[in-house]
């Protein structure tokens, strides 16, 4: 309906006819209908893919009478979403319903003691049994036990025990723990679980060792694909769970209780159903990955015989922890408080007053005020941008150093003491799996990342050492092995340096101009990175500080003087092409899907390019060459980066995954060599394994653990390693200089 309105207003009184015009505006706002109005919410500019997921669904429960309307103010997204934060509610009461009222009659509710007597007469006939635990929250230090869930394959049954609940009857956690010890701790019985370092942890907080662990879903479906997005297991088993028996979708914590609940205060009927299915889903995923896994025997025995033991040694590692010196921590970080002090004064006089942690204050100052060429094509600030203009400014050498300090003072020396449990050390956690490669990483702290300056706060305990062993060149010893190139395998046969013999070979030099702290040394362990990994000449070239085609001439030179080593990289980018994945020598297997249809693209564009330029090489600057078909080169270069990224991967994986799994066998020989000498094993750090030993520790001892070391592999060149005893980490002495010190 038009909206007739007579002005009898003046032409110079804007205010007025503005107020006019709102008023108008509201009147027509006021005759939208319902309809209109989200039509205009889900039209809005700044809606999201996920604000509109949300708005369609809050529309659909909205014409469904599921919701309502919360104002009868002109309706906007804000409302919207609050209608959508309204539904979530209702939807989890409506599948906590759900699940109560479908609960299986084989999920039992332990409440009584008679219950659990008879719970553990049946444990007693089952070889292999599902466990899971429920807490209060994840520090496996501090957080504690709420409840047990078990699964009885050869019973057909799964139980809940709560024992920390703040409502439902229930049995107390020690009377509980006391009649499981017996099954929790027996090696003879078999334990399955998903992340099971987690329950373990918590098991020990409360003062049992569980024993007897058979396998880990978690670790196992890593091993079965590295390259799943989630490994939960809720997520795995709404992938996976139609092969086992499983075709609803299982929710997620979360999805069920919100961000913010606590399982102490979930009803006991209603963790029935979820803890109880948790058992029964790990060990229905554990069943058939087993099928899986004995189709494929190298992974069974990688699997068995090193992951799943492996786990042991993640939890001892983790459980020892690190000592921190916080009286170092105190007076390195006053003193380096004072260096950043310093370097703030030199910074404002080159760059002005500026906050130096800001990018944007940063960018203004670096591309508008000073015009510094923009390396990166989008302004950045980053530390990789910033080292490459560091031969343009004077000023960026010191803001490279003031990043480094801020981070080495604000993310260890003043975060790591903090991070300190109540005996006293930090107890980081190791993943053994959560690389692609099959290396370990490390959180809280990140040992991989820690500065050498950092390293000084973990220091022995009174009585104990540091010792650290390093495998020597453990990746180009894998190489010399895989490829079988007997020249690059003679240096390590006859006991020469690898790199100045490489070096005097590729530059075609005398030996002894390739000494250590030579240029052609040095040069040669760069270069030798970047032929293993496919390392582009163009990144070669400015690491070396030298042109794009001398870059490319020490690869052609390289490959020339070692054409075994040549043949196996070659050989390898033609097997992932044939099969999507490779093997380590251990059979670990990195999977890359669509990868040999990318390939056999990628060679029918190189033969159709090499056929008009009548070459049997692609140029390096084939975009220069006007013969090419511009769609033609367009369709190469959008291919070619992903298939030469599968390429250096493939190799990688096979050098670099290899030699993990030489590190985890060592640190399994390692782990059972010093337990029982009341040693610690208590970390990992790329190839280097990290002990607490007695300070009276003997050259014979330390001999014999350097041996556990080097009998991990049988390689065709000799493993070595490289030992530093110490009292505080990165404060080393090589065996010969510490036994000289305390004779």
Partial sequence: MELEIKLSLKDDDSQAVERVKKAVKKKTASKETIEQAWERVLSLAGNTEADLQKLYAVKRAFEEGKVGRDSDKRFSKAEALRMWQQLQEIERDEKLEKLVAETPDNYILVQTEKQLNKLVQDLKNEPIIAVDTETTGLDVYNDEIVGISLTLPNADYHVYIPVAHTTGKQLKRDVVLKALEPTLTSPFIGKVLHNAKFDIHMFIRHGLRMRGLAHDTQIAMAILNENETSFALKNLATKYGKHFGFKDESYTFEELFGKNAKFADVPLDVALVYAAKDTHLTYKLYSWQLEHLKKRDRLLELYQKLENPLIEVCIDMEQNGFLIDLEFAKEYGTELQEEIVQIEKKLKHFFGDINFNSPSQLQEVLYDVLELPDISKNRSTDKATLKKLKNHHKGIDFLLQYRDLTKL????????????????????????????????????????????????????????????????????????????????????????????????????????????????????????????????????????????????????????????????????????????????????????????????????????????????????????YKELPYDTKRSFQKIKGEVERVRRMAVNARIQGTAADIMKRALLNIHAHVKPKGWEVIGTVHDEALMLVDSSITLKEIEEIEACMIRSAELDVPLKVDTEIMTRWGEGYKKGEWFQLVA
């Fill in 409 to 624: 003072l604000g993310t260890y020396i003043e975060a790591l003491p903090s991070q300190i449990k109540k005996d006293g050390r930090i107890h980081g956690s190791f993943n053994q799996v959560s690389t692609v490669t099959g290396r370990f990483s490390s959180n809280n702290p990140n040992l991989q990342n820690l500065p050498p300056k950092a390293r000084k706060l973990i220091i022995a305990p009174e009585g104990k050492l540091i010792l650290g062993i390093d495998f020597s060149q453990i990746e180009p010893r894998v190489l010399a092995h895989m490829s079988n190139d007997k020249k690059l395998q003679e240096p390590y046969l006859k006991g020469q340096d690898l790199y100045s013999t490489l070096a005097s070979q590729v530059f075609n030099v005398p030996l002894e101009e390739c000494v250590d702290g030579s240029k052609y040394r040095k040069m040669m362990k760069v270069g030798l990175l970047a032929v293993m990994y496919g390392t582009s000449m163009f990144t070669l070239a400015e690491q070396l500080g030298i042109t794009v085609e001398e870059a490319h001439k020490f690869i052609q030179d390289f490959f020339k003087t070692y054409p075994d080593v040549h043949q196996f990289i070659n050989d390898t980018h033609q097997y992932v092409k044939d099969n999507e994945f490779v093997e380590t020598l251990y059979g670990r297997k990195r999977r890359f899907p669509t990868h040999t249809r990318n390939a056999r693209e990628y060679d029918a564009l190189v033969r159709k390019m090499c056929s008009i330029l009548g070459t049997n090489e692609l140029p390096l600057n084939f975009w220069e």
